[in-house]
């Protein structure tokens, strides 16, 4: 309370703040100036100075008041409290809701079939013991609260390796409300086992399960269930879910009851839903793969007589087909992290197929070949013939028309005989070559396009874009999705 040095009557501090400027401001009516304003501001400055100290006082004072308070709560808490006792022992079973937000997902290793994640694991369950009354509906307590109270033993089932983080300090967060409800959440990064059946690789998709629950605890003690229900219980952030080589496509989550010999135990289960990219493995083998096939197509085109050409393009382009991506297979693993054995499950049919359609393509020109062969061995069989005749025929017509002498006579019984004796594929030794790389005689009728070309001109790309079709629709059309199964009853 100050007084008012012209009224002298007491008046309230926002009186005297509002005095205060009145005072001070320019222009202001009733405005104080020159030495007359002296002793009013140092009065002003002292009151103000002693109103700000007990405003100050009375925080720390109420702080002091509140901070005795919750100390009292939590002795009070403490005194008597045995946290070797689960709530509810002896009693009704203690029902832990849980749920989780995924804070990155991977990597997810094919050669280890493991998975890692980094997650906030929150716990909630109510401890009747820790019911308070207090000014404040919640305590807010550090992490070494933890130790001195009962908390659930959950581990997890699947897990290879587990961090707790503790920079700087342990990432532990622990809630009490008034009604006895406790809240325990802690930031762990889970490295988990993911079974994986690659038979399908590279259009392959994996659920891989999380499990947790109870050590030693039984279902008759404690129950686990999903505090936000089975849909909402999990949260992944899209944008932390980056993968290399998996799309992350959803999660599913559901309760089971696990069954071993001490006993059944609550266990939640949640289930990462996996699938593979399939863009890198179509730009390293499936299009290298079909290219080599349409190539090994285009002999076809080829004139048949160009034997060179057409070999080399089917020998060049075998082994290729036998081995795609042999620099691959050779000098590292066809993927960052598909080693040998899990590159083995790669569909090889498919490979095969293919090596089939080149394989044919070789023997579609085998075949040409053989029968362009025959063909122009009969035809040279026919031409001989022909000569042959000719020459016998012309023989005769000389007998009959002009009289010979004895020595012509003689000469012309050996010229036949000579022809009679001589064997058919000697009556004509023409050059079969007519130039290097050609295979067949300068032959009319054996002139143009085989009609094997003809037809495979058409069949074979048909038959390998229905193949495609075909292979393509099973594959994308099929759930590959692994789930895996290790004997548990669900709920």
Known sequence: MTLDLFTRRPMRHIDFDKNLLHGLVPGAPGRLAGDDAAPLLEVHRHAAASHTADSLGSVLGIEKIYSDNITLI??????????????GSGGGVTEVKTDFFVTSFGPVSDVEMEYTMDMFFRQMWVDERLKFEGPTEILRLNNRMVDKIWTPDTFFRNSRKSISHNTTTPNKLFRI???????????????????????????????????????AYTSSEILFTWRKGPVASVECPAES???????????????????????????????????R?????????????????????????????????????????????CLPNSFLCYHKPVS??????????????????????????????????????????????????????????????????????????????????SVCRSEPGEASRVPIFLHQGSAFPQIPQLAGTSPIDKYARILFPLAFALFNLVYWYIYLAKDTMEIARNGVLKN
């Open 74 to 87: 939590l002795d009070r808490l403490l005194d008597g409290y045995d946290n070797r006792l689960r709530p």
């Open 177 to 215: 409300m008034q009604n006895g409800t406790v809240l325990y959440t802690m930031r762990l990064t889970i490295g988990a086992e993911c079974p994986m059946r690659l038979m399908d690789f590279p259009m392959d998709a994996h659920s891989c399960p999380l499990r947790f629950g109870s050590y």
């Open 241 to 275: 879910m980056s993968l290399l080589q998996y799309d992350l496509v959803g999660q599913t989550l559901s309760s089971e009851i696990f069954k071993s010999n001490t006993g059944h135990y609550s266990v939640q289960v949640v289930h990462f839903h996996l699938k």
């Open 277 to 321: 990219k399939l863009g890198y493995y179509l730009i390293q083998t499936y299009v290298p793969l079909i290219m080599v096939v349409v190539l090994s197509q285009v002999s076809f085109w080829i004139n048949k007589e160009s034997v060179p050409a057409r070999t080399v393009a089917g020998t060049l382009l075998f082994p290729h087909a």
């Open 336 to 417: 960052p992290t598909v080693s040998l054995q899990s590159k083995a499950t790669i569909p090889y049919w498919f490979i095969a197929v293919c090596f089939a359609f080149v394989a044919s393509a070789l023997i579609e020109f085998a075949a040409v070949n053989y029968f362009a062969t025959l063909q122009a061995n009969r035809l040279k069989k026919e031409k001989a013939r022909r000569e042959k005749l000719e020459v016998l025929d012309a023989g005769s017509d000389d007998e009959n028309a002009i009289s010979l002498d004895g020595s012509h006579q003689e000469d012309l019984k050996r010229r036949n005989h």
